[in-house]
């Protein structure tokens, strides 16, 4: 039995392990001088570095066009199409809805007596600014970047703003049931006015006339340009990288612009007597907010690094990616594999003793090469 100052198992098993180090090391110089002198020509399958730069250069020149994927991007989102539909008929359905007839008293009637005038922006025009002229841009933008993705999410988005902020300003309206600036000669259009018992008004114009008059809040011309030309807007920044931190503030003037038009479109209801300037505040905010949701749904906030672009743009370059680098782990583990099992042997016809660690105990494997029964 060895004694406790015995130190010789120690430094044999420090002269295994330091010869097993100095082994390795020895073969990972070899391997790099010799990786050194080989090329990836050589070498196609294991260096798929260039590969994946030539498919994202392929992505990012457009190789995803409305005519070869078109018809795939609008089938994985037809139920969002579906769903567009739906707000289109629940739309048409609160517009055809009677507004609540809030009271209106004869002492009410001081802001209410202002001239029955016509509209500076007509109704049919908002669609025409509001969703024509962005989609447009759209276009434009896809005709230099042949991608698919970002023409798609941009009109799916666009729909989605305009139709969300349309419900939600019909249904206020209806609920609200507060009179326009002009409701006077709307009720009353010769002005004669007449009241019931109650002090509420008794209206004898034209009906459809009255209905219009009692649908003042939210302004419908305001939200419905703040959400079009707010998506815009939104669009627009991420794609001349606004918010990039450089410092360009005339990239902010195209920014804004389309802001300009929506807040001008606002002022012009309040300047025709057809809303309070509460009714165009609070559409302007509605179409605004609406719009900010849903253009991120779509794509990253116009200050993030890759807002340029929308999500599904980057998640598909992320599977192209992810295509790339499969075989390449699956060549390296192989690789690994059989480097692996050229020093297990390598090791073994060297050390005899060594390939004792792999069938049995750690000490057992050191107490048999110490007693020179390896």
Same mark, same amino acid.
């Given at each position: 039995?060895?004694?406790?100052?015995?130190?010789?198992?120690?430094?044999?098993?420090?002269?295994?392990?330091?010869?097993?180090?100095?082994?390795?090391?020895?073969?990972?110089?070899?391997?790099?001088?010799?990786?050194?002198?080989?090329?990836?020509?050589?070498?196609?399958?294991?260096?798929?570095?260039?590969?994946?730069?030539?498919?994202?250069?392929?992505?990012?020149?457009?190789?995803?066009?409305?005519?070869?994927?078109?018809?795939?991007?609008?089938?994985?989102?037809?139920?969002?199409?579906?769903?567009?539909?739906?707000?289109?008929?629940?739309?048409?359905?609160?517009?055809?809805?009677?507004?609540?007839?809030?009271?209106?008293?004869?002492?009410?009637?001081?802001?209410?007596?202002?001239?029955?005038?016509?509209?500076?922006?007509?109704?049919?025009?908002?669609?025409?600014?509001?969703?024509? =002229? @962005?989609?447009?841009?759209?276009?434009? $933008?896809? +005709?230099? *970047?042949? %991608?698919? #993705?970002?023409? /798609?999410?941009?009109?799916?988005?666009?729909?989605?703003?305009?139709?969300?902020?349309?419900?939600?300003?019909?249904?206020?309206?209806?609920?609200?049931?507060?009179?326009?600036?002009?409701?006077?000669?709307?009720?009353?259009?010769?002005?004669?006015?007449?009241?019931?018992?109650?002090?509420?008004?008794?209206?004898?114009?034209?009906?459809?006339?009255?209905?219009?008059?009692?649908?003042?809040?939210?302004?419908?011309?305001?939200?419905?340009?703040?959400?079009?030309?707010?998506?815009?807007?939104?669009?627009?920044?991420?794609?001349?990288?606004?918010?990039?931190?450089?410092?360009?503030?005339?990239?902010?003037?195209?920014?804004? =612009? @389309?802001?300009?038009?929506?807040?001008? $479109?606002? +002022?012009? *209801?309040? %300047?025709? #007597?057809?809303? /309070?300037?509460?009714?165009?505040?609070?559409?302007?905010?509605?179409?605004?907010?609406?719009?900010?949701?849903?253009?991120?749904?779509?794509?990253?906030?116009?200050?993030?690094?890759?807002?340029?672009?929308?999500?599904?743009?980057?998640?598909?370059?992320?599977?192209?990616?992810?295509?790339?680098?499969?075989?390449?782990?699956?060549?390296?583990?192989?690789?690994?594999?059989?480097?692996?099992?050229?020093?297990?042997?390598?090791?073994?016809?060297?050390?005899?003793?060594?390939?004792?660690?792999?069938?049995?105990?750690?000490?057992?494997?050191?107490?048999?090469?110490?007693?020179?029964?390896?």
């Amino acid at each position: 039995m060895a004694s406790w100052w015995d130190l010789r198992p120690f430094f044999r098993f420090q002269s295994v392990r330091t010869r097993f180090q100095d082994l390795s090391s020895r073969r990972m110089g070899i391997s790099a001088v010799t990786g050194a002198h080989f090329s990836s020509i050589n070498f196609p399958l294991i260096d798929t570095k260039n590969e994946e730069e030539f498919r994202t250069r392929e992505v990012q020149l457009g190789s995803h066009t409305v005519s070869s994927h078109g018809y795939a991007v609008a089938r994985t989102h037809k139920h969002d199409w579906l769903i567009l539909l739906l707000l289109v008929l629940i739309v048409i359905s609160l517009y055809i809805i009677h507004p609540f007839h809030r009271f209106v008293g004869k002492d009410m009637m001081t802001d209410l007596k202002y001239p029955l005038k016509s509209n500076t922006v007509p109704a049919w025009a908002i669609p025409i600014y509001a969703i024509l =002229l @962005p989609i447009v841009i759209f276009l434009g $933008v896809y +005709i230099r *970047r042949r %991608d698919v #993705y970002d023409l /798609h999410h941009a009109v799916l988005g666009l729909l989605f703003s305009v139709l969300i902020t349309a419900v939600f300003t019909e249904a206020i309206k209806n609920a609200v049931g507060r009179p326009r600036p002009d409701f006077f000669w709307r009720c009353f259009p010769d002005g004669k006015d007449v009241y019931d018992k109650w002090g509420d008004v008794i209206c004898h114009g034209d009906q459809k006339v009255i209905k219009e008059g009692y649908k003042s809040f939210p302004s419908g011309h305001t939200s419905g340009s703040f959400s079009g030309l707010g998506f815009l807007s939104l669009y627009l920044s991420g794609k001349i990288k606004a918010f990039d931190r450089k410092g360009h503030v005339a990239k902010l003037c195209i920014v804004f =612009l @389309p802001l300009l038009v929506a807040s001008l $479109v606002g +002022i012009s *209801r309040v %300047d025709d #007597y057809w809303h /309070h300037w509460q009714d165009v505040f609070a559409g302007g905010l509605l179409g605004l907010t609406v719009a900010t949701f849903c253009y991120l749904q779509f794509f990253p906030p116009p200050y993030h690094s890759e807002g340029w672009g929308p999500y599904a743009y980057f998640r598909m370059l992320e599977e192209s990616r992810g295509m790339t680098q499969v075989p390449s782990v699956q060549n390296s583990g192989q690789a690994q594999l059989a480097e692996a099992q050229a020093e297990s042997q390598e090791e073994q016809g060297l050390h005899g003793c060594m390939g004792l660690t792999l069938s049995r105990d750690h000490h057992a494997a050191l107490n048999d090469c110490e007693s020179g029964r390896g």
